[in-house]
């Protein structure tokens, strides 16, 4: 696996205008993007019944993982399977393509076929839902702003609209009712591998916003 560093910032809405119009001046904006400038993300997060994968984030474990499956603007043609794995300030997000089908096999708890893929990810959820009761938990959906720099392998991303599906684990249904989830305000995250050069950094340094651990997954859990 290899480890990029990640920092997030709340940032308020006259921040995101301002960072908006400069990113754009100096960075590429993501393949994904749709005419708006953004695209749509759904993820469906698992953790078990003793919600360890919560816990482990609101108490602060240095070194953690999480295991979700991600779509984006409801095409359904394209599904990843992903675990991302985080040690102090350092993330890693590894991925495995899987079908529609496959998808909702899984959400259905029906297995046993994952423990003969060519994919040592999905062996490894299996092997997870079977040892520590991994299940699917909640659905996060919200759009995202991303721009890259090659320099650094820098991607700077902006997330608004994040909103939770409460319970339900309906990830296909694209008329799933959806919530706000916490506080409604905007994230801006910063990704790079051993260095962020100073012409991101001075854009990207917000001398009044706090840096925040903030979990998109743990936002979704405030209802329930």
Known sequence: MKFRHEHKHY????????????????????DHTDTDGAYQIRSLYFDNFRDTVLNEKIDGIN??????????????????????????SLCSKILAPITQEEAESILDCNTEWMAESNYPLIVELYTKMKSQGLRPKSIVDYSREA???????????IDRNIRTGLLSTAMFNPNLPMITAGDSQILLEVKYDN???EIIS??????????????KYAASRIYG
């Open 11 to 30: 940032i308020n809405y006259m921040d995101y205008v301002v960072l908006r119009s400069k990113l754009k001046a100096i960075m590429k904006q993501d």
């Open 63 to 88: 070194h953690r993982e999480k295991f979700r499956i991600r779509c984006y603007n409801n095409d359904f043609s394209f599904v990843n399977l992903e675990k991302k794995t985080k040690i102090n």
């Open 147 to 157: 721009y890259v720099f090659k320099t650094g392998n820098v991607r700077v991303t």
């Open 195 to 197: 260095f962020l050069p």
């Open 202 to 215: 001075n854009i990207v340094q917000l001398e009044s916003r706090r840096q925040t651990a903030f979990s």
